[in-house]
């Protein structure tokens, strides 16, 4: 019995090619789109599992607790773990990381004879000597458990080790390591280490010894536990501890330490516990060593899988019952001859088990094919290998055997409920409810499409919203140079000079940050007559002379910073317009000659206002803008030196920028990026959502249609008579093509009428996320309303129209 | 074998009540051949398929081998018709994505027959019905005369006791049709009870009795052997 109904579904595939083609071709795009999110997301949860001690590392988070707002963060101040240690035995061990936050690159240099080889690196760390005794790492070459224990020692990837040395060994090698954030020293190399193939949320590439660079005293010599939240601290405890246990007693010790000075502020603290696993995906805190993944985007993407694969299904459903009248002989024949209705059922199931597993083929193919480009866009490292992810391979086989069911479920109750006395006098016709379902099903599909339609015009509105929004500074044109080593840092002024000579430039600016990267430094500031009890948060940097003028920051009181007041510098500060309403000035022009001011060590810090800028975006626009402070610092070089090219061709001022560069620092690598292209990384996420969003749109669409094409051929197929008779009375080819395409464009529209409001409110929900964002207009609406239209009347009227062309004479002999 | 008695059936839409059996009430014997005639809407086919188990009566009792099978379920109606009874169609009605010999094999299937049983006994009958050469060839390949002898094929191949064949010449020309009807003549001789409904005149003198229906009812009948 099997074997036959083996060949009866063969045969069925092969006779009905348009049918299968839809429906495989359908399948197997729902499956692929499956199989890559399933990848994504279990790419997404595999973060650090791999690491032994998981189960028993978490991290230390901090609640900031001021005038009654809470600020979670997921860095500490350095004498944290130390004192946590020491106060509560649950802790087994702790280790601190501190990314080198300065650098968004740093300079490794590596002579030997003479030779030199220099080059920039990413993703640098200062980390204790415990790290490795904490985290796994895939050792190579030398020792984790001693690693980072002296001073001056470095652990690099096996990559950087190659690019260093080749084949010889880099233990005990040494480089030398500059920092904007560390200094320049040089480094001893202990170990080398291979990264996981899973992901972890330290995405470290070399890990540097605290001991033996300039944040060697900072770190070690620090006390407070109120300032410098900057360390991710990570505790390994004790076998058998309850984390809440410890976390119960975290508000003791901070009583114990701070609570004093707490109260002092008016300020509160608390501390809390992250599961090392849970600190990519489950985490409140929106910052970490990594930026973490988005349960929100997770759930998207993979509503979006399912979605997908379930049109697909449905249009299994749909040309399955459609094309009924034409299995309905041979229900009747099996009934007669003797078989039940169970036997029914699992014929055409096993027949849509047929079609999902060729589907479940093709898609384990492309699947392959496709990951590289799905990895590309999704802007993760995803892979598919058969002896890592065999259970995965499983899930897949089980996922294309449950596709099958579902689609073929329905076509098989249905089919199989014929009776026979109805079906074998010709007399079948598609009964009402199942005329219904069907037309429902269709509904359901364009509902989905015209969401997805709706949310990705939505996503690319804001998205060019985001581009094309005034900062509030002048982002073109400008050219970041990082400076990094000593000799870059002694060198500005020199490179600053020399590259204001070039009469194409129109201004040279020097600062800590620019706008787009993160801006670390902040200060509780209060005004005058209040104490720090009143004290905001104002965000700092510090700036040369020009950097406000190179920037086109727009001055609306008072003056900004010039050679002319060299003694502005650590003295004075240029305020936002979110500062001057924050400290509760009436206007720019009133707060222009006061001070604000810190207390440090029992010592008040003024700084007076001179100038008064208009707000501008600091952060990009998920955030608002908050107090902003420029001071001048004229003693420290700065961090990059940003050049205005101006209107000039830019390749030209670059090849002249370079060779300055190279005449006062000949031996270092000359980088440099656009403040324009490193603002908008801050949308990556968004940008790779928009991407998968519509290109997952597409494919949906496309389904769909096919699916919509298929049931116009069948339609087409069943009113053959009725076109011809139509055809003799008169009608015309117009007339015909109208009928057969307005029942399938009422479908549509319907689905327009019930997809708006629903795509509203999603995208509402998401546009939330932004502090600037656009309304979501009515001509989004209209815009989708039309394509849909356009789109379904397309595929349809090809099948109505060739029905409509064809001689009459012929139709109606087919009877 | 078969007695209807007082049997009833009725097609109810949502304004008439339409009778299609009223009262009817007659035997046939193991051996015979009855033609069952009438015009178009006399209930003949209704009756044919509640003979066949494919329907059920409103009303009155139908005893099958000495069994009252009216209120039979589906499962149990299933089971006695794979075994007792084979259908012809006027329209055939085969399965056109099988082959000559799957559409003959197909009652040994559901009846739980051995592949190698199934085997023979489909050679057996396709050798009988003088269309062997024909095993590998799809219904739509072949004529309709030779298409209706592979309904009956696959009506005879599981020994039934009972054919039912509702106006078996139907779409077939006269010699085609002469031969289905000596086809039937020859089972019959061999044993097996035939009921047929036809509108032919011609056909119908192959039976040994004939029973006209007018409404519903039966109006004569006349025993021709």
Same mark, same amino acid.
């Given at each position: 019995?099997?074997?036959?109904?083996?060949?009866?579904?063969?045969?069925?595939?092969?006779?009905?090619?348009?049918?299968?083609?839809?429906?495989?071709?359908?399948?197997?795009?729902?499956?692929?789109?499956?199989?890559?999110?399933?990848?994504?997301?279990?790419?997404?949860?595999?973060?650090?599992?791999?690491?032994?001690?998981?189960?028993?590392?978490?991290?230390?988070?901090?609640?900031?607790?001021?005038?009654?707002?809470?600020?979670?963060?997921?860095?500490?101040?350095?004498?944290?773990?130390?004192?946590?240690?020491?106060?509560?035995?649950?802790?087994?061990?702790?280790?601190?990381?501190?990314?080198?936050?300065?650098?968004?690159?740093?300079?490794?240099?590596?002579?030997?004879?003479?030779?030199?080889?220099?080059?920039?690196?990413?993703?640098?760390?200062?980390?204790?000597?415990?790290?490795?005794?904490?985290?796994?790492?895939?050792?190579?070459?030398?020792?984790?458990?001693?690693?980072?224990?002296?001073?001056?020692?470095?652990?690099?990837?096996?990559?950087?080790?190659?690019?260093?040395?080749?084949?010889?060994?880099?233990?005990?090698?040494?480089?030398?390591?500059?920092?904007?954030?560390?200094?320049?020293?040089?480094?001893?190399?202990?170990?080398?280490?291979?990264?996981?193939?899973?992901?972890?949320?330290?995405?470290?590439?070399?890990?540097?010894?605290?001991?033996?660079?300039?944040?060697?005293?900072?770190?070690?010599?620090?006390?407070?536990?109120?300032?410098?939240?900057?360390?991710?601290?990570?505790?390994?405890?004790?076998?058998?501890?309850?984390?809440?246990?410890?976390?119960?007693?975290?508000?003791?010790?901070?009583?114990?330490?701070?609570?004093?000075?707490?109260?002092?502020?008016?300020?509160?603290?608390?501390?809390?516990?992250?599961?090392?696993?849970?600190?990519?995906?489950?985490?409140?805190?929106?910052?970490?060593?990594?930026?973490?993944?988005?349960?929100?985007?997770?759930?998207?993407?993979?509503?979006?899988?399912?979605?997908?694969?379930?049109?697909?299904? @449905?249009?299994?459903?749909?040309? &399955?019952?459609?094309? $009924?009248?034409? #299995? +309905?002989?041979?229900? =009747?024949?099996? /009934?007669?001859?003797?078989?039940?209705?169970?036997?029914?059922?699992?014929?055409?199931?096993?027949?849509?088990?047929?079609?999902?597993?060729?589907?479940?083929?093709?898609?384990?193919?492309?699947?392959?094919?496709?990951?590289?480009?799905?990895?590309?866009?999704?802007?993760?490292?995803?892979?598919?290998?058969?002896?890592?992810?065999?259970?995965?391979?499983?899930?897949?086989?089980?996922?294309?055997?449950?596709?099958?069911?579902?689609?073929?479920?329905?076509?098989?109750?249905?089919?199989?409920?014929?009776?026979?006395?109805?079906?074998?006098?010709?007399?079948?016709?598609?009964?009402?409810?199942?005329?219904?379902?069907?037309?429902?099903?269709?509904?359901?599909?364009?509902?989905?499409?015209?969401?997805?339609? @709706?949310?990705?015009?939505?996503? &690319?509105?804001?998205? $060019?919203?985001? #581009? +094309?929004?005034?900062? =509030?500074?002048? /982002?073109?044109?400008?050219?970041?140079?990082?400076?990094?080593?000593?000799?870059?840092?002694?060198?500005?002024?020199?490179?600053?000079?020399?590259?204001?000579?070039?009469?194409?430039?129109?201004?040279?600016?020097?600062?800590?940050?620019?706008?787009?990267?993160?801006?670390?430094?902040?200060?509780?500031?209060?005004?005058?007559?209040?104490?720090?009890?009143?004290?905001?948060?104002?965000?700092?940097?510090?700036?040369?002379?020009?950097?406000?003028?190179?920037?086109?920051?727009?001055?609306?009181?008072?003056?900004?910073?010039?050679?002319?007041?060299?003694?502005?510098?650590?003295?004075?500060?240029?305020?936002?317009?979110?500062?001057?309403?924050?400290?509760?000035?009436?206007?720019?022009?009133?707060?222009?000659?006061?001070?604000?001011?810190?207390?440090?060590?029992?010592?008040?810090?003024?700084?007076?206002?001179?100038?008064?800028?208009?707000?501008?975006?600091?952060?990009?626009?998920?955030?608002?803008?908050?107090?902003?402070?420029?001071?001048?610092?004229?003693?420290?070089?700065?961090?990059?030196?940003?050049?205005?090219?101006?209107?000039?061709?830019?390749?030209?001022?670059?090849?002249?920028?370079?060779?300055?560069?190279?005449?006062?620092?000949?031996?270092?690598?000359?980088?440099?990026?656009?403040?324009?292209?490193?603002?908008?990384?801050?949308?990556?996420?968004?940008?790779?959502?928009?991407?998968?969003?519509?290109?997952?749109?597409?494919?949906?669409?496309?389904?769909?249609?096919?699916?919509?094409?298929?049931?116009?051929?069948?339609?087409?197929?069943?009113?053959?008579?009725?076109?011809?008779?139509?055809?003799?009375?008169?009608?015309?080819?117009?007339?015909?093509?109208?009928?057969?395409?307005?029942?399938?464009?009422?479908?549509?529209?319907?689905?327009?009428?019930?997809?708006?409001?629903?795509?509203?409110?999603?995208?509402?929900?998401?546009?939330?996320?932004?502090?600037?964002?656009?309304?979501?207009?009515?001509?989004?609406?209209?815009?989708?309303?039309?394509?849909?239209?356009?789109?379904?009347?397309?595929?349809?009227?090809?099948?109505?129209?060739?029905?409509?062309?064809?001689?009459?004479?012929?139709?109606?002999?087919?009877? | 074998?078969?007695?209807?008695?007082?049997?009833?059936?009725?097609?109810?839409?949502?304004?008439?009540?339409?009778?299609?059996?009223?009262?009817?009430?007659?035997?046939?014997?193991?051996?015979?051949?009855?033609?069952?005639?009438?015009?178009?809407?006399?209930?003949?086919?209704?009756?044919?398929?509640?003979?066949?188990?494919?329907?059920?009566?409103?009303?009155?009792?139908?005893?099958?081998?000495?069994?009252?099978?009216?209120?039979?379920?589906?499962?149990?109606?299933?089971?006695?018709?794979?075994?007792?009874?084979?259908?012809?169609?006027?329209?055939?009605?085969?399965?056109?994505?099988?082959?000559?010999?799957?559409?003959?094999?197909?009652?040994?299937?559901?009846?739980?027959?051995?592949?190698?049983?199934?085997?023979?006994?489909?050679?057996?009958?396709?050798?009988?019905?003088?269309?062997?050469?024909?095993?590998?060839?799809?219904?739509?390949?072949?004529?309709?005369?030779?298409?209706?002898?592979?309904?009956?094929?696959?009506?005879?191949?599981?020994?039934?006791?009972?054919?039912?064949?509702?106006?078996?010449?139907?779409?077939?020309?006269?010699?085609?049709?002469?031969?289905?009807?000596?086809?039937?003549?020859?089972?019959?001789?061999?044993?097996?009870?035939?009921?047929?409904?036809?509108?032919?005149?011609?056909?119908?003198?192959?039976?040994?009795?004939?029973?006209?229906?007018?409404?519903?009812?039966?109006?004569?009948?006349?025993?021709?052997?």
């Amino acid at each position: 019995m099997f074997r036959n109904y083996l060949k009866l579904a063969a045969r069925n595939l092969m006779k009905h090619k348009t049918f299968s083609f839809i429906n495989i071709f359908g399948l197997s795009i729902g499956l692929i789109c499956c199989m890559l999110i399933s990848l994504y997301i279990y790419h997404e949860y595999s973060y650090d599992r791999y690491h032994e001690k998981a189960d028993r590392i978490y991290q230390l988070n901090n609640v900031f607790i001021e005038n009654g707002e809470e600020r979670s963060h997921a860095t500490v101040p350095a004498a944290m773990a130390g004192l946590l240690k020491q106060d509560l035995p649950e802790i087994e061990e702790t280790t601190r990381l501190l990314r080198l936050w300065e650098d968004d690159k740093t300079l490794l240099k590596y002579e030997q004879d003479g030779a030199s080889k220099v080059f920039y690196e990413t993703d640098g760390y200062v980390a204790d000597a415990s790290f490795f005794e904490i985290f796994s790492y895939n050792f190579i070459d030398g020792n984790p458990k001693t690693a980072l224990e002296e001073p001056n020692t470095i652990v690099i990837t096996d990559e950087i080790a190659e690019k260093l040395f080749g084949n010889e060994s880099a233990i005990g090698k040494q480089i030398r390591v500059s920092s904007s954030t560390n200094g320049d020293h040089d480094y001893t190399i202990t170990g080398v280490f291979q990264p996981h193939l899973q992901p972890s949320h330290i995405n470290a590439r070399f890990f540097l010894s605290v001991r033996g660079g300039d944040l060697d005293e900072f770190i070690n010599n620090s006390t407070t536990l109120l300032n410098n939240n900057m360390f991710y601290t990570y505790f390994l405890l004790k076998e058998g501890t309850q984390p809440e246990i410890l976390e119960a007693k975290f508000p003791v010790f901070i009583e114990k330490y701070i609570g004093e000075e707490l109260r002092a502020r008016g300020s509160g603290r608390e501390l809390f516990l992250t599961n090392l696993k849970d600190i990519h995906l489950n985490s409140e805190i929106a910052e970490n060593v990594t930026p973490p993944g988005s349960l929100k985007y997770i759930y998207i993407l993979g509503s979006i899988a399912i979605l997908t694969l379930l049109i697909a299904c @449905i249009n299994f459903m749909n040309l &399955s019952t459609s094309r $009924s009248s034409k #299995r +309905s002989v041979e229900v =009747g024949v099996r /009934k007669v001859l003797g078989a039940e209705k169970r036997t029914l059922i699992w014929q055409f199931l096993g027949e849509s088990l047929i079609m999902a597993l060729i589907a479940f083929v093709f898609a384990i193919i492309f699947v392959q094919f496709f990951l590289p480009v799905f990895g590309q866009i999704a802007g993760k490292e995803i892979t598919l290998a058969l002896n890592q992810k065999a259970q995965l391979y499983l899930l897949f086989l089980v996922l294309a055997v449950f596709t099958g069911f579902l689609a073929g479920s329905y076509p098989a109750f249905f089919l199989s409920s014929f009776k026979p006395v109805k079906v074998l006098k010709g007399k079948f016709s598609n009964s009402f409810a199942a005329v219904s379902l069907r037309k429902g099903l269709v509904v359901v599909q364009f509902v989905i499409s015209i969401v997805l339609i @709706i949310a990705s015009v939505v996503i &690319s509105n804001q998205m $060019s919203f985001l #581009r +094309s929004t005034d900062l =509030g500074f002048q /982002k073109e044109q400008q050219l970041v140079i990082p400076l990094r080593s000593g000799q870059a840092k002694q060198n500005y002024s020199n490179l600053k000079n020399s590259l204001e000579n070039i009469s194409e430039i129109t201004s040279v600016g020097g600062s800590a940050y620019y706008p787009g990267i993160s801006n670390p430094q902040d200060w509780m500031m209060y005004k005058e007559g209040q104490t720090m009890k009143d004290a905001k948060t104002v965000y700092i940097n510090q700036v040369d002379e020009s950097f406000l003028q190179t920037l086109k920051i727009e001055l609306v009181a008072g003056r900004t910073f010039s050679r002319e007041f060299p003694a502005d510098h650590w003295a004075n500060m240029v305020l936002n317009e979110t500062g001057v309403s924050n400290f509760g000035f009436s206007s720019p022009e009133e707060a222009v000659g006061k001070w604000i001011a810190f207390d440090w060590e029992g010592q008040q810090h003024r700084f007076g206002i001179v100038g008064v800028v208009k707000d501008f975006h600091f952060k990009d626009l998920h955030i608002d803008i908050e107090s902003y402070g420029f001071i001048l610092n004229t003693d420290t070089s700065p961090n990059y030196l940003i050049a205005n090219l101006g209107a000039g061709n830019i390749s030209n001022n670059i090849d002249k920028i370079e060779s300055a560069w190279k005449s006062f620092i000949p031996d270092e690598p000359f980088e440099y990026s656009f403040l324009d292209q490193d603002f908008q990384k801050n949308y990556q996420a968004e940008d790779r959502l928009a991407k998968m969003i519509s290109y997952f749109t597409l494919i949906a669409i496309l389904i769909s249609c096919l699916g919509l094409f298929g049931l116009a051929t069948f339609s087409a197929e069943q009113r053959i008579k009725e076109i011809g008779l139509r055809k003799i009375l008169g009608a015309s080819s117009a007339n015909l093509v109208t009928l057969l395409s307005r029942d399938f464009l009422k479908l549509v529209v319907i689905s327009i009428i019930l997809a708006s409001p629903l795509a509203w409110y999603i995208m509402n929900q998401w546009l939330q996320t932004f502090a600037y964002r656009i309304d979501i207009n009515w001509k989004v609406f209209a815009f989708t309303s039309l394509l849909a239209v356009i789109i379904a009347l397309v595929t349809v009227s090809f099948q109505a129209i060739k029905a409509a062309m064809v001689n009459p004479v012929k139709n109606l002999r087919t009877e | 074998m078969i007695t209807i008695d007082n049997l009833e059936k009725f097609y109810r839409t949502e304004e008439v009540q339409t009778v299609a059996l009223n009262k009817l009430s007659f035997q046939v014997k193991e051996g015979e051949f009855v033609a069952i005639m009438g015009p178009s809407g006399c209930g003949k086919s209704t009756l044919l398929n509640i003979l066949g188990l494919l329907d059920d009566p409103d009303g009155g009792s139908f005893v099958f081998n000495g069994t009252e099978v009216s209120g039979f379920n589906e499962r149990k109606r299933a089971n006695l018709r794979k075994h007792n009874i084979g259908f012809v169609f006027q329209s055939f009605n085969l399965i056109d994505e099988l082959t000559v010999f799957e559409n003959v094999e197909l009652p040994l299937i559901y009846t739980g027959v051995k592949t190698a049983d199934r085997k023979t006994r489909v050679h057996e009958v396709l050798e009988k019905m003088g269309i062997m050469h024909r095993r590998n060839h799809f219904p739509q390949q072949l004529s309709g005369g030779q298409q209706q002898r592979v309904a009956v094929a696959r009506a005879v191949v599981n020994n039934p006791k009972l054919i039912l064949a509702d106006e078996p010449t139907g779409n077939l020309d006269s010699s085609n049709g002469n031969e289905v009807m000596d086809l039937l003549t020859e089972l019959n001789e061999a044993g097996t009870t035939i009921i047929m409904v036809t509108h032919s005149e011609h056909d119908a003198k192959y039976s040994h009795r004939i029973i006209r229906m007018l409404d519903g009812e039966k109006v004569t009948e006349n025993v021709l052997v």
